[in-house]
């Protein structure tokens, strides 16, 4: 089992960057392959990037797409979220979420633990 802690959300205006991080509990984090989603108001929870348990492989939404990275230290249990040029567009919580699934995947359904979740906000 892992326990995962999101930090990193804030108030930003839109060409901005943000970094999210996720902090996994436990010692088997380079077990799971991990991803990172989102949820704004009213919408249902997208699939943003995800990447495979040694990091050699990510896996991106289009709408991310050449703005958003992906990594993970695994001696540190912790993946990132780079997100740079934000748009509004892109304001929802944002969740991290592993995965015993080999590979990366974008399917939420895969996922089996996630975290609580941390607010991005870009302003117009």
């Known amino acids: 089992q892992v326990q995962l802690v999101e930090s990193g959300g804030g108030l930003v205006q839109a060409g901005g960057s943000l970094r999210l991080s996720c902090a996994a509990s436990g010692r088997t984090f380079s077990s799971y392959a991990m991803g990172w989603f989102r949820q704004a108001p009213g919408k249902e929870r997208e699939f943003v990037a995800a990447?495979?348990?040694?990091?050699?492989?990510?896996y991106y939404a289009d709408s991310v797409k050449g703005r958003f990275t992906i990594s993970r230290d695994n001696a540190k249990n912790t993946v990132y979220l780079q997100m740079n040029n934000l748009k509004p567009e892109d304001t929802a919580v944002y969740y991290c979420?592993?995965?015993?699934?080999?590979?990366?995947?974008?399917?939420?359904?895969?996922?089996?633990?996630w975290g609580q979740g941390t607010q991005v906000t870009v302003s117009s």
């Open positions: 979420a592993a995965t015993t699934v080999v590979g990366a995947t974008r399917n939420h359904y895969d996922y089996m633990y």
């Open positions: 990447i495979n348990r040694s990091g050699s492989s990510t």
